[in-house]
């Protein structure tokens, strides 16, 4: 009889985060068997029971018991309890190796800078964060990015970055960066598992995560009929009147993604006017025209109502005609108050970057956390107020925000670091240089 715990993955067709579990139980070199729900209706209700009524993919069990979803997932082996119950744990100890050049994420800045930093022989490793592939990997569908006349998918476009940048010679690990000292010439860089390496230069490329309401009942039913990813969870509530929040691209492109499954989408919006681009602004007006979608203007949801037994149940709403009416509900001005009957309920407004792991650092943060870089006309543009700390993409850029534009900016941060590198960090065995020192711990 086998000592090695059983793995079982409740999947689903077209989900980014079930990607994202199998590939890390690859990484561990641990077996699993997957069960695919789509369209298996017995087998969709199985999973449900045995996760407890959770209805989104996917859903990780060892030994019979109930790990979660990725989220649950990730974090365990973050802290380093999912190699305990998975029956490798290295007993805890401390991991410590220097690299010339450590890239935080995997999104598509970062590996835009790790297939050049890899060209140079910069030895990059790339950390995938809590979001392994970024933004891109929750995108059916990318129509914008030059090269590709027939779009291609986010999951796809990502996966074959990621198998440009090895092929160079850049290593990817499974890992999220929880701080960064630059009190000492080496970088030290602490993973949130304890794992400790040292660097010559950093590169913070870790986008950005996304944002939610914090209204009631967004946290307690996230995951039964609350979402911040459209693509994953549409499917699950097929037939269902659902609810998109939001006013930017990646809101009007999830609402036209679930018409696919919905009876009607409302968009609920707090303007009377979108943020998307002319392109998707025109898709939603085509599926406006079609009764797919109805766009609730100067509106705001206060109260997700469900539970995790039956799931979403119904969403409270507030009405302004001049926009923004839960604050002027707060400033007492008299407000439409009405309720939607749906069953989903998806969260797109936005993201805050993830850069938590830099507030101890002399990098400048504006208020927001994003990364302020020295920009400017001439090389340098992505240096940061560190020597040898460089940003790029969702952690730098709060205007643009689009793929090619982050792919510009992992480049022009890995060309950054490798003159700086050159200039201030000779390689070993140069003529003149020292090993680097490796800082003691305290």
Known sequence: MSDEPRVEIYTKTQCPYCEKAKDLFDSKGVDYETYNVTGDEELFEEMKERANGRETAPEVFIDDELVGGWDDTHELDQQGELDEKLGIA?????????????????????????????????????????????????????????????????????????????????????????????????????????????ADAVIAASGASARTLGIPGEDELMGYGVSTCATCDGAFFRGEDMVVVGGGDAAVEEANFLTKFADTVYLVHRRD??????????????????????????????????????????????????????????????????????????????????????????????????????????????????????????????????????????????????????????RAGAEGAEAPETPADD
């Open 90 to 198: 290295d007993g805890g100890e401390e991991v410590e190796e220097h690299r010339r050049l450590i890239i935080a994420g995997t999104g598509i800045s970062a590996l835009s800078a790790g297939i050049y930093a890899a060209r140079s022989n910069n030895d990059p490793l790339l950390f995938e964060g809590d979001e392994p592939g970024g933004q891109l990997t929750l995108t059916t569908e990318v129509e914008n990015y030059p090269g590709f006349p027939e779009g291609i998918s986010g999951p796809e476009l990502i996966n074959n970055m990621k198998e440009q940048a090895k092929r160079f010679g850049a290593e990817i690990e499974h890992g999220v960066v929880e701080s960064v000292d630059d009190s000492q010439r080496l970088f030290r860089v602490e993973l949130s598992n304890g794992d400790v390496y040292t």
């Open 273 to 426: 006017q979108l943020r998307a681009e002319d392109y998707w602004q025109e898709r939603l007006e085509e599926k406006v025209e079609a009764g797919d979608i109805e766009v609730l203007w100067n509106t705001e949801a206060t109260e997700v109502h469900g539970s995790a037994d039956e799931g979403v149940d119904h969403v409270s709403l507030v009405r302004h005609p001049e926009g923004h009416p839960k604050r002027k509900q707060e400033e007492g001005e008299d407000v439409e108050e009405f309720e939607l009957d749906v069953g989903a309920f998806f969260v797109a407004i936005g993201h805050t970057p993830n850069t938590g792991y830099l507030e101890d650092t002399g990098v400048e943060l504006d208020e927001d956390g994003y990364i302020v870089t020295k920009g400017g006309r001439g090389g340098g543009q992505t240096k940061t107020d560190v020597e040898g700390i460089f940003g790029a993409g969702d952690v730098v850029d709060f205007h643009y925000q689009q793929a090619a534009t982050a792919s510009g900016d992992g480049v022009k941060a890995a060309l950054d670091a490798d003159e700086w590198l050159e200039s201030e960090v000779p």
